[in-house]
Nanobody
Framework: QVQLVESGGGLVQPGGSLRLSCAAS????????VGWFRQAPGKEREGVAC????????YYTDSVKGRFAISRDIAKNTVYLQMNSLKPEDTAVYYC????????????????????????WGHGAQVTVSS
């Protein structure tokens, strides 16, 4: 069973940066789609950024394009989310998630918009952007 642990959250001023890490146990990263999702109070869970399987291609939701970057270190079994130029509306609990070991054929963008496709989840990391 996969265990995902997020770290790196915290409080940052608008315009600042944070780097989230997702450490995975018993997970072969290049065999799974891994995504960062966020959920703010009263809002639906939102796919922020996802990274594909073997080729490592990426997807970002429009609101974070140019500001966030997802990457992976296969040797360390870790996925990162670099967040720059943070805005107050980025405030949320951020979750790392991995999809099923038996994935379908949905495009990465489609998968990243539909969180039930991901069946392994971290505990979440609070990110607060405020002055």
């Amino acid at each position: 069973q996969v265990q995902l642990v997020e770290s790196g959250g915290g409080l940052v001023q608008p315009g600042g940066s944070l780097r989230l890490s997702c450490a995975a146990s018993t997970l072969t990263l290049n065999r799974h789609v891994v995504g960062w999702f966020r959920q703010a109070p009263g809002k639906e869970r939102e796919g922020v950024a996802c990274i594909s399987r073997s080729d490592g291609s990426t997807y970002y939701t429009d609101s974070v394009k140019g500001r966030f970057a997802i990457s992976r270190d296969i040797a360390k079994n870790t996925v990162y989310l670099q967040m720059n130029s943070l805005k107050p509306e980025d405030t949320a609990v951020y979750y790392c998630a991995a999809d099923s070991p038996n994935p379908g054929t949905s495009p990465l963008a489609t998968m990243c918009k539909y969180w039930p496709l991901f069946d392994s989840w971290g505990h979440g990391a609070q990110v607060t952007v405020s002055s």
